[in-house]
């Protein structure tokens, strides 16, 4: 049986970081400006957005390994678009990565809010980046069929069986 790619196991957690870290970024910095939380607990949300920029370059390089196989069955201009739209995902987050350091870094609280704020903002530009990123993807294997590169070969490189359709007594 042929090895399932590592790419699409490894782009939700990015993708699921990218919508959670508006609304964890948020909430945590206005429970520190209200005092519910003590300053040092932006630590979370700096590790959160560690984790969506690393599990995003490992994404990124799982989609790499995965282009030469896919681009059989799926034109190259949906893979270039996809491409296209990954980079500037991943590295936004990177920089997002960086400003949520700040406010950690400051010793002024005030200007620690002022950048968390700024912080805050580029968790939704990274959001808007990873929607064009799965929209994309999305569009790679409904669209294209790209999940196609993987099914084409069963066991002794046989076409592998079609799915069955499942039968609807109520027609």
């Known amino acids: ?29 206005v429970a520190v400006a209200r005092g519910c939380f003590a300053r040092r607990v932006w630590v979370l949300v700096v590790a959160a957005q560690a984790l969506l920029f690393a599990s995003g370059l490992l994404a990124m390089r799982s989609g790499e390994g995965d282009e030469d196989r896919v681009e059989r069955v799926v034109p190259e201009s949906a893979i270039e678009t996809h491409e296209d ?14 400003l949520l350091c700040l406010p950690l870094l400051l010793r002024n609280p005030g200007l620690g809010r002022i ?47 079609k799915p069955e359709r499942e039968r609807d007594d109520d027609r």
């Open 85 to 98: 739209a990954a980079g500037p995902f991943v590295w936004a987050s990177g920089a997002v990565l960086l």
């Open 1 to 29: 049986m042929n090895e399932l790619p590592l790419h699409p196991k490894l782009v939700h957690l990015p993708m699921a970081l990218a919508v959670l870290m508006p609304l964890l970024a948020s909430g945590v910095l």
């Open 115 to 161: 950048t968390g704020i700024g912080a805050c903002a580029g968790t939704l530009v990274v959001l808007a980046l990873g929607w064009r990123v799965g929209q994309s993807g999305g569009e790679l294997v409904w669209r294209h069929g790209a999940a196609t590169a993987y099914a084409m070969a069963g066991p002794a490189g046989l076409p592998a069986p």
